[in-house]
């Protein structure tokens, strides 16, 4: 033991697996994280997946983090990791052919910035605890509170802006001393990829408070909201299942102060070849595919978002 400068027990051990196992012996193989296995059995379960004939007939992967969180408390894994061991045969509710109201990928994409920057433990000295936990919470510092009709659709003078969440931001990041961000975004349409992305404090900061939304994506975002819920109320064989019944049949006869109008594939058509050869002109950009929001600056200048 002197001359090897170690333990008695650590000598004790050697004996005992060179007399077990021989000279050279190996150490036993580990079993290794079962988590991956855990993870997609659990995505696999009745109770999570199943065929879906209607809308609401879905989780989402967020929902299925948390319920995954509660049946295995012991079981330390981030949000994004759990996104990232989903097995493609569980496809996300706004794939193609699962549901007739789509997905927003950009209101996704807002949560995963959440998650990623951890901005539910940001707070500052003064604060007794953060502010914001969700979404839901962001939302509501640029609001009014209680928040009116206006305000989701960006009509409201009143409403605070962005400028106070802007500042907090900044100064919970400098106090931390983070510098970059690294974090989780969908780069497709049913979201079944994740890209992961880093940015600087500045950087993050700007995408996550100017995604593109405008007062359209507010009255889209109510006419599906109101359209799920009265859908959820109705018998199966009277469910909002098609565009018609959406966009003209329930939304003009059930919201007001909003002018809706229903084109057939024959209206576009029309319009289509009206706009054929201004549109076979043009110069095509590439790369505005990805991108979600266009603002003319002037006759030669767009910003995009």
């Known amino acids: 033991m002197r001359e090897f400068n170690c333990s008695h027990r650590l000598v004790s051990q050697a004996k005992n697996i060179l007399e077990t196992k021989g000279v050279l012996s190996t150490p036993n193989p580990s079993k290794g994280k079962s988590l991956p296995v855990e993870v997609k059995d659990f995505y696999y379960s009745d109770t999570i997946s ?24 012991n079981t330390r894994i981030g949000f994004s990791k759990f996104a990232e061991l989903r097995p493609k045969e569980c496809v996300l509710a706004g794939s193609s052919s699962t549901r007739c109201v789509c997905v927003c990928t950009i209101h ?36 009014c509170n209680p928040f009116l009709p206006a305000c989701p659709i960006g009509r409201c003078k009143n409403c605070p802006g962005v400028a106070t969440l802007k500042e907090w931001l900044l100064q919970c990041f400098k106090n931390k001393g983070i510098e970059e961000i690294e974090y989780k975004q969908s780069t497709t349409t049913d979201r079944s990829q994740l890209q992961t992305l880093v940015q600087s404090t500045d950087e993050f900061i700007k995408r996550f408070l100017n995604h593109g939304k405008g007062p359209y994506d507010g009255v889209g975002g109510r006419v599906k909201h109101e359209a799920a819920r009265t859908s959820l109320q109705r018998p199966y064989n009277d469910q909002i299942m098609t565009t018609y019944k959406l966009y003209y049949m329930f939304a003009k006869e059930n919201i007001h102060g909003i002018s809706f109008e229903y084109l057939t ?15 076979s002109n043009a110069r095509t950009i590439q790369g505005t595919y990805k991108l979600h929001c266009f603002k003319p600056l002037s006759t030669n200048e767009l910003q995009v978002q």
């Open 50 to 73: 199943r065929a879906m004939p209607g809308k609401k007939d879905f989780l989402t992967v967020m929902e299925v983090f948390q319920l995954f969180t509660e049946k295995y408390p």
């Open 108 to 143: 996704q994409n807002v949560k995963l910035m959440i998650v990623g920057s951890h901005m539910d433990d940001l707070q500052l000295e003064e604060e007794a605890e953060t502010p914001i936990k969700n979404y839901k919470q962001a939302s509501a510092t640029i609001q």
């Open 265 to 279: 594939a024959n209206d576009w058509q029309i319009e289509s070849t009206a706009l054929k050869e201004r549109l």
